[in-house]
């Protein structure tokens, strides 16, 4: 599976939008890509994937680059209990494997 | 809906003890995932189960050991407990390659 690069750690003000990169540049045509976050040691929760078509969920929005080699998270109005840290992770779809998870960018909500 | 379900919460062993977590997987999913994350750390991928299985295999030590049962839960072994296997084991489970979620997880504390 790719790897992928993220900023260590960002900052967002309370009711803006963060904006969350991720760079993949080894990325298959077969990967997706998956964002999941982790809130203070509870489990990973999954947000949103895709393949190559930008995404849309009642969580976040996903944009694709269009060569596939970068994305980034969009969570249009950031609360503080979206603090957390979030990782973007490539994976081959069609297959049960695991995830490899980076060191991910530690979210911090602003009031 | 229902989740990954994990048990014990909280643990707490001494050194040369031995250890079983528990996992029962989302009714219907086909493959369990194990992981740690020790402190300040980024989750590990441990082991993976499909269909009793044994699937893939990470950085899983030999004093561990797991299997998947055939109601599907799985069970992580864990013998002869050191200092450094205090963490959070997580488990995940998956129909295949879709629905990927993970449960609550088990703190392991070893004194």
Known sequence: DAKTTQPTSMDCAEGRAANLPCNHSTISGNEYVYWYRQIHSQGPQYIIHGLKNNE???????????????????????????????????????????????????????? | AAGVIQSPRHLIKEKRETATLKCYPIPRHDTVYWYQQGPGQDPQFLISFYEKMQSDKGSIPDRFSAQQFSDYHSELNMSSLELGDSALYFCASSLGAVGYTFGSGTRLTVV
């Open chain 1, 56 to 111: 849309t969920n009642e969580m976040a929005s996903l944009i694709i680059t269009e060569d596939r080699k970068s994305s980034t998270l969009i969570l249009p109005h950031a609360t503080l209990r979206d603090t957390a840290v979030y990782y973007c992770i490539v994976r081959v779809g069609d297959t049960g494997n695991q995830f490899y998870f980076g060191t991910g960018t530690s979210l911090t909500v602003i009031p």
